[in-house]
Every structure is written in structure tokens, then in C-alpha cells.
């Protein structure tokens, strides 16, 4: 049909199946890998990476009314469960209506939960569910104190999928924000949250 | 066991000491050498360079020649590599052969399960894995076992023994900047050992490595790890 | 109606200007930028080999994830055609992109659309591929690259050198130069720590971050069953780019796509540990089209071919569609340490940019890349989806245009070796006609070596002797016994 308008579109996937017309066989994905951990104290194992990664790590949800203690202005999302406040002597902001980011950026700090956390690779991960809020919340102000249960870490990241909805807009922490970008060094700190503090609670670790 | 010797086109021309010692190695541990005189060469340098036409014809005389042997021994990883990872896709015939060939250290420890080949040799040597040895044929410490039985010697650990030296066939002509600074870096760990020999599995990366070396009167010599098999004191 | 419409070649800057040894030749004589490249390959090969040496079922990782690329290789055209379908139905808009230009023009027409005359942009391969930052320009459009090593790059009016860390070529005094020289807001007495450099870095962002409208990206991964774009970064100017302007343009290459979401739990896994040596990176974001009340409103997916049909279209070279950019070959490559990455005259450096420029553009287009390398392997050995790079450099050398001469020499080799007589002669032909040479430079400096020979031996002579045959070849020995 000359004359045809070929959509940009249309032209490619010819152009990939034409490339694909040696007819490449069927692939059978080998899947050995371990996906479920088997070290012992997980919770002790996210403690390590976590630190390793420069975050501070506190035991017990008794550790709270501290750390709170120095935070004047307190952003929060808006399902944060009230014992967490207990005690939070600033100023508590919920997000709602949403804060702009002018106002996340004059926060001192973020207070939230998670949805799991990988010990093997100490990674905490938001999926805006319960006590998370949504992405700009835990980025903008310079510090991130982050509630952690012990039955929310598992041993490895194929674990963490399983709980994960894959169309949630979803966030993975591993430590403060760091680079490597200067002689391949790493140092923290550049334009995510530069403290990263974790509250873990109940677990062998902690109360 | 019959075993055939496929001393490669640069050994044949340049390094015949090398083929006279796993010559020497061989029969000291009792068996039997054929050199078929109908051998060339292993067509790595006109494959590896982009000439794979050219190079088929000496991929076919090889499995002409060398099929009806149990073993064939190889002077040369880099040799030994080609004819084993590349023969049996240019040439599927190759692949019965090409599995029966082995370099040097293969044949020794894995063949014939021997690592003292009675040899006698009172020198600091260092060791260069070169690459395709490592990475290809996964020789290991094979070189390195068989070396530590050698009376008198002294071996002296490489600084990034794995790194290429910069020779790459071609690449040092097609690359000579690149090559050089390579070879450079390679020349000044090999003198920060303080050997007085610089051994290898390879005499094509020996001969970049020595010709450096010599270019800058190290006063080290460099020697294919079979000639130290093979030295028994007296004769060296 | 159905006729088969050709594979096509690339554009943008993924060509050699000059020819790699040409290009080369600067950079190893530069003994500032070999010590900084020396410096920093070493140090994060060490970190590298740490990580992954405590992983039980590395193998295992790079196995799975060798296959899933090369299934995603198999069903493109349907994974594509799915993910499409996917982002679309969680509220992204798709575009093709057949090359750089028709991309960049989708991008400029976009982020005109929302009258924003600046963009906010998160490190990419494909927009540096692309040249986006200069299609931009050219529509009055200010680019602002966010990543620290992209911004060292910008401001200092240079191009990328390495895929993971573009400004891998400076040291920290000369970033702090170019910080100096090109930041208004910067102190005066700025120091060259690297947390000084990163804290000038967010300084110099914040705002922009804050008053953004129209963010460029581009995904290390999309998921054909959900529709998901993952952005895998460190510093945080990622998830400002992905979370804060309210359109979110991304550029992705055809060949990032994995079939599901659980693909993830492999290559999250390979990514962090074999790029800068970490067990993870700081941040990962993901997100699927439009999530109502977080994140831009506006999202857009630009899916670019440029090439990459031809390079699906060789079965051989086919695996370098597999490549994550995780840099991990560069780091350990010898040719790479010295050379650098400018050499390689294309946004894709090192053993990879050897195999991948040249299929994108055409072989002839980039005939000096192929042999841009010694076979070593060591970049085989590092790749976490374990592309055979070795296998494919040499595969291209057999389409790269030969030079006259080495066509002529490689023939006649050929001719000669290929018959058991004629090399016998050959052999003894070279033994003679050395012999009395040999003795002589043998008596003169007791080597049967030469030192200098003319072109093109000279290449050889510069920097090594070069031996003379035996007195004796070996079959004339054996011929003796």
C-alpha cells in the first residue's frame, strides 16, 4: 500500500522481528539462586549492612521520644500511628493536604514506616503503604527516621518481591545518599536525606 | 599413550629450546613423543585478526594431522586456547581433537597426574599467568605446582600477576601507544620482584615481555616454564 | 503489505572520530589523567571483588541473569508490545523512537507542550547517546544534568569518559577547579574533599530540584508485565528528577526490558555489586505510569531503537543487547586504564563500547573498536550477565574493513602455512636468510635480537627487541635425532 503512513512504531517491531528471523530457541531460565535465606538473625545481619552504609541504628521503639527530641519541625505521613508522636515535643506535620516541597525542604526531619527490609543488602523499601506517605515526603527533608519492625526483614531480596506490589510507587534505601563519583571513594551526603536513622522494633536485637 | 607435540609456528621458528625441553620432559618421565612433521599452525593470528577464511585451512590441517593421536601436547596456552574454545565452532570435526589437546601443565597434572618432573634449577623466578591460560583455559596454579618441585629454585610472587602485558597478537602493532605503556607497567613489576627469570606459558607474550625487559637492560632473563622443567642443573 | 523492513543503524555519539589508536595516543601520555585513571579503576575493582566474592550463588545470579536477557532478546517485539500496553494502561504515555533524532525531537515537542523552557535531567546513557543535552539547546531549551560526575562534565563543557562515573578522568583538585570556575553560589576557600565537593553539588541543586516542571530520565530496567520504569542511583538527584517536577519524560533503549517484576530479584542483585561495589545502591525508584497524589502526573516513556535492531539482528553479536552498563568491564580492562574513555569517540567506553558501538553504527563506521584489545578476557570475567565480549570482538574483526597491505601479508601467510611443504621451506628459508644476521648482532651484543627496524616493524622496535629466528628451528632438531 504505497503511500502509507509507517508509524514509528510499526517500523521498529518489523525492524526487531526481521532481526529475530534466525528464529533463536526457546530459553530456559536457570534459577539456582538462593531465594530464601538461611543465616540465622536476619535483624542482626540488616544492623551490620545498615551500618556499614553509615545509617544510625536504634533498638526499640522506646528509642523514639529521644530522637524526636531534638526535631523542632516533624513531617509525617498521614496514617502515622499516634504512639509513634508520643512525647514529640516540635511541631508534627501530616501531609495533608500535601506539603509543598518549599515546605519539605524547611522540615528537620521525616518520620515513617516501611513495607520490608532486606537484611543480605540492608536495604529498606517504601511502597506508600501503611505509615510510609508518598516519595517526596521521605526525600526532600535532610533527615529520614525510619520505624522498622523486626517481621518486616527478610534474609534476601527475592523474599522482599513476594510482599511487594510490583505497581506501587516504590522507594529502596540502602544507607543516606551517597557517591562514588570523585575517584570512585564513596562518601555520604549529597541530595537525598543525608542522615538515615532506623528504629527497629521487637526481633531478637531489641525490645 | 601416544602423544604428539604441536610445537606452534613461533616456537618452530624462534624458541626451538622450548620444544627440545617438553621434548626432554617427556621422555624423562618415560614416554613416548611423536612430532608430525606435517604441522603448521593454529590460524589463531589470522582468526583472532579478522582473516577467519585464511585461518580454516590450518584449522583443517591440524585435525589432519593431529586426530589420530590420544593427546597432543601444546607449548602455548594462547595456541592451546584457540584450538580448544574456537576449533569446534569454526569446524565441528575439530571437536574430538581439540578436546584431546592440552598445554603443557594440563597434560602433566590432569594426563599424567605428575607435578615433580625431576627438574633442577637454582634461580629466583617469577611467574606471569599470561591470559588466555588464565581465562581461557583455566590452567590455575598447574604452572605454578609443577614449578614449586623444582630443586633449587626460588619463585617470587608477581604484583598483578593477572594483568595483560599488552602484547594481544596484533594489538601491539595495531596499538603501540597502548601496547607500550602496558608493557611498561608489566616490565616495572616484573623488576620490583628482583627474579633473575621471568617464566611463562607463552613465548609470543615472552617475547613482548623479554623484548621490553632486554630494551631496558633489566638484566632479567625471560624463559618458557618448560625450559625449567626441563633444566636438571648441569645442563643449565 | 508484508514486506520485511530491514534492521537499521544508529546516530549520535557512538562514532569514532579518529581511529582508536590515533585517539589513544593523547590520553596515554597524559600521565595526570593515567594516574587519576589508574587510581580509581584500582580502587573500585577492589571493591568489587569484595562484594562479590561474598555471594555464594554469584554463578548462580549470572546465569539467570544471562538467560533472562537472552529470552528478552528472543520475544522483543511481544515484550515490548506488552510493556506498552502496561505503562499505558497505568496512565504513561508511549512514544517510538526509530533513532536519535526522531527521540530528541519527541522529547523537545514534549517538554514544549508544558511550556517549561528548562529540564531537570537524571543520569542516562540514552540521552548521552542520543545527544539530547544539544537537541535541547538548540530549541532554547537549558539541559541540567544532576548527577554529580554529569555535572562535572557539563560544567566543565566535556564529554563522559566512563558509563557509571563520566567524570572518572578528573582528580579531586580538578573538580574543585571547574566547581570554582563555573558555580556562582560556590565558596571561595572550597576544598577538594570529596564531602565538600558533594555538599558545592547540593548546594548548587536545590532549588532547581525544588522548582522543577519537566524532568528527563532514562531506567536501567522496564518491566513488560507491569509497565514499570526502575531508576537505580546514589545521591538522591534521581528520586528529586522522578518525585518532584510534575512531567517525567524517560528515554529508554528497546533492549532494557525484562519480562516480570520478580526479574528484579536477579538484577538488583548483579547491578549495585558489580558497578561501584556496593551490596546495594543508596536508591532505587520504581514506578508504573501515573500514581494519583505521588510523583509526576505527566509521565511519558520514549522507547529507541537506534540500532539496536541491528545488532539484535546478528546472532553472534547479538549478547551486547544484554549489557546493564554496570561498568564493571571498563574498570578491569588494561586497554581501557590507559587508553581512557575519550578514546573510544563514543558515549559507550571500554570492552562493551568495543562490541556495542560498532554493532549500533556498523562495523566500517567504528572499524578500529574492534581491536581496541588484547583478548585478555578479564572483561568476561567480571560481567555479571556474562556477555562473551572476547568472542564477539573478534567475530566483528571478520566484517571490519582489513587494510591493503595487511590483506595482502594475511594471504600470503595463509598460503604458506596452510601446506605442510611450504612452511617446511619457509621455515628453513627464515633460518638461512637470519643466520648470518643473527650471528652477527649475536657477537655485537651477545642477543640475536634487533632494536630498531623501520616502518611497519618500527611498531614492534619502538618499545621491545624483536627476536631472529634459531640458528636452529626446531623440526631441523628433531630431524637430528
Given at each position: 500500500m504505497v503511500g502509507e503512513a509507517v508509524t514509528a512504531r510499526d517500523e521498529i517491531l518489523a525492524r526487531l522481528r526481521t532481526a529475530l528471523a534466525d528464529d533463536p530457541p526457546p530459553v530456559e531460565v536457570p534459577r539456582r539462586y538462593r531465594r530464601v535465606g538461611d543465616r540465622p538473625d536476619p535483624v542482626a545481619i540488616l544492623v551490620d549492612r545498615l551500618e556499614d552504609y553509615r545509617a544510625v541504628v536504634h533498638h526499640g521503639i522506646g528509642a523514639l521520644p529521644g530522637l524526636l527530641a531534638e526535631v523542632g519541625r516533624l513531617a509525617v505521613p498521614v496514617d502515622v500511628p499516634a504512639d509513634w508522636l508520643a512525647g514529640c515535643p516540635g511541631q508534627v506535620y501530616r501531609d495533608a493536604p500535601p506539603l509543598s516541597p518549599a515546605d519539605l525542604d524547611a522540615m528537620d526531619a521525616v518520620l515513617t514506616g516501611c513495607a520490608v527490609a532486606v537484611a543480605e543488602t540492608g536495604t529498606i523499601i517504601l511502597d506508600a503503604g501503611p505509615a510510609q506517605g508518598r516519595r517526596a515526603l521521605t526525600l526532600v527533608p535532610d533527615r529520614h527516621i525510619c520505624v522498622v519492625r523486626a517481621d518486616q526483614v527478610v534474609g534476601l531480596l527475592p523474599e522482599a518481591l513476594t510482599r511487594l506490589d510490583p505497581r506501587a510507587a516504590q522507594t529502596w534505601i540502602s544507607g543516606p545518599s551517597a557517591t562514588s563519583d570523585i575517584e570512585l571513594n564513596r562518601v555520604e551526603g549529597v541530595h537525598g536525606p543525608r542522615r538515615l536513622e532506623i528504629v527497629l522494633v521487637g526481633g531478637t536485637s531489641g525490645a | 599413550m601416544r602423544i604428539a607435540l604441536f610445537i606452534t609456528c613461533v616456537n618452530d621458528v624462534a624458541y626451538p629450546a622450548t620444544g627440545i625441553a617438553v621434548t626432554r620432559i617427556l621422555r624423562r618421565l618415560g614416554h613416548i613423543v611423536d612430532f608430525p612433521t606435517r604441522q603448521t599452525c593454529c590460524g589463531q593470528m589470522h582468526a583472532n585478526t579478522g582473516y577467519r577464511a585464511e585461518a580454516m585451512p590450518m584449522v583443517r590441517n591440524y585435525v589432519d594431522v593431529f586426530d589420530g593421536y590420544d593427546a597432543v601436547v601444546v607449548p602455548s596456552g594462547s595456541c592451546t586456547a584457540m584450538i580448544r574454545d574456537q576449533y569446534p565452532r569454526l569446524h565441528p570435526p575439530a571437536a574430538s581433537v581439540a578436546a584431546r589437546t592440552y598445554e603443557l601443565s594440563e597434560l602433566l597434572v590432569d594426563v599424567l597426574g605428575v607435578t615433580d618432573v625431576g627438574a633442577d634449577f637454582p634461580e629466583t623466578v617469577t611467574y606471569h599467568p599470561t591470559c588466555h591460560g588464565l581465562r581461557m583455559l583455566r590452567l590455575g596454579d598447574r604452572p605454578l605446582r609443577l614449578l614449586r618441585q623444582v630443586r633449587g629454585i626460588r619463585l617470587v610472587e608477581l604484583a598483578d600477576a593477572e594483568e595483560c602485558c599488552g602484547f594481544g597478537g596484533t594489538f601491539a602493532l595495531k596499538n603501540p601507544d597502548v601496547s607500550t605503556a602496558m608493557l611498561t607497567d608489566k616490565c616495572a613489576r616484573v623488576g620490583e620482584t628482583g627474579a633473575q627469570v621471568l617464566a611463562a606459558a607463552d613465548n609470543s607474550c615472552l617475547a613482548h615481555i623479554g623484548g621490553g625487559l632486554d630494551r631496558h637492560r633489566s638484566g632479567v632473563r625471560a624463559v618458557h616454564y618448560a625450559e625449567i622443567l626441563a633444566a636438571t642443573g648441569a645442563a643449565s | 503489505m508484508n514486506r520485511p523492513v530491514a534492521p537499521a543503524t544508529g546516530g549520535g555519539r557512538i562514532r569514532t572520530r579518529l581511529p582508536f589508536p590515533t585517539a589513544a595516543r593523547p590520553a596515554v601520555a597524559d600521565t595526570q589523567l593515567r594516574a587519576n585513571l589508574h587510581r580509581a579503576t584500582r580502587t573500585i575493582r577492589g571493591k568489587r571483588a569484595r562484594v562479590v566474592d561474598e555471594v555464594p550463588d554469584w554463578e548462580a545470579l549470572r546465569d539467570a541473569g544471562s538467560a533472562i536477557k537472552a529470552d528478552v532478546q528472543r520475544r522483543l517485539p511481544e515484550l515490548l508490545e506488552q510493556f506498552e500496553a502496561s505503562a499505558t494502561a497505568a496512565g504513561a504515555t508511549v512514544h517510538w523512537a526509530r533513532d536519535a533524532a526522531e527521540a530528541c525531537r519527541i522529547v523537545v515537542e514534549l517538554t514544549r507542550a508544558t511550556g517549561a523552557d528548562e529540564v531537570v535531567k537524571v543520569k542516562s546513557m540514552a540521552t548521552q547517546e542520543i545527544e539530547l543535552n544539544e537537541a535541547l539547546e538548540a530549541a532554547g531549551i537549558a539541559a541540567y544534568e544532576t548527577d554529580l560526575a554529569e555535572l562535572i562534565v557539563q560544567l566543565g563543557d566535556d564529554t563522559p569518559s566512563?558509563?557509571?562515573?563520566?567524570?572518572?578522568?578528573?582528580?579531586r583538585a580538578q573538580i574543585r577547579e571547574i566547581f570554582q570556575r563555573r558555580m556562582p553560589d560556590v565558596p571561595a576557600d572550597l576544598s577538594d574533599e570529596p564531602s565538600a565537593l558533594a555538599e558545592a553539588a547540593r548546594a548548587h541543586l536545590r532549588r532547581r530540584f525544588l522548582s522543577a516542571r519537566v524532568a528527563v530520565s532514562g531506567a536501567n530496567f522496564a518491566i513488560a508485565d507491569t509497565g514499570t520504569l526502575v531508576v537505580v542511583e546514589s545521591e538522591g538527584n534521581g528520586r528529586m528528577c522522578l518525585t518532584l517536577p510534575e512531567t517525567l519524560i524517560s528515554v529508554v533503549g528497546v533492549e532494557k526490558l525484562l519480562p516480570t517484576f520478580t526479574d528484579l530479584e536477579v538484577f538488583l542483585q548483579l547491578l549495585p555489586r558489580s558497578s561501584t561495589g556496593e551490596r546495594m545502591n543508596p536508591y532505587t525508584s520504581m514506578w508504573t505510569g501515573v500514581t494519583p497524589g505521588d510523583g509526576p502526573q505527566d509521565v511519558h516513556v520514549v522507547l529507541v531503537d537506534n540500532g539496536r535492531s541491528a545488532v539484535l539482528a546478528d546472532p553472534v553479536g547479538r549478547p551486547a543487547l544484554s549489557c546493564i552498563r554496570c561498568s564493571a568491564c571498563l574498570n578491569v580492562c588494561p586497554v581501557y586504564e590507559r587508553a581512557g574513555g575519550h578514546a573510544y569517540g563514543s558515549v559507550y567506553p571500554g570492552p562493551i563500547g568495543a562490541i556495542l558501538s560498532p554493532q549500533l553504527t556498523g562495523v566500517a563506521d567504528n572499524a578500529s573498536l574492534p581491536y581496541a584489545s588484547t583478548l585478555c578476557g578479564a572483561c568476561y570475567d567480571v560481567c555479571p550477565v556474562k556477555i562473551n565480549i572476547p568472542e564477539i570482538l573478534v567475530h566483528l574483526r571478520q566484517q571490519a574493513p582489513h587494510p591493503l597491505a595487511e590483506r595482502a601479508t594475511m594471504g600470503v601467510l595463509s598460503w604458506v602455512m596452510r601446506s605442510p611443504r611450504r612452511w617446511a621451506a619457509a621455515l628453513r628459508l627464515a633460518r638461512a636468510g637470519a643466520g648470518p644476521l643473527g650471528a652477527y648482532r649475536q657477537r655485537r651484543t651477545g642477543a640475536r635480537t634487533l632494536r630498531r627496524l623501520p616502518w611497519p616493524a618500527s611498531a614492534w622496535t619502538r618499545s621491545r627487541d624483536l627476536p631472529l629466528p634459531a640458528p636452529q628451528t626446531f623440526r631441523e632438531w628433531w630431524g637430528k635425532q
Open positions: - | - | 566512563h558509563i557509571l562515573v563520566p567524570a572518572i578522568h578528573y582528580n
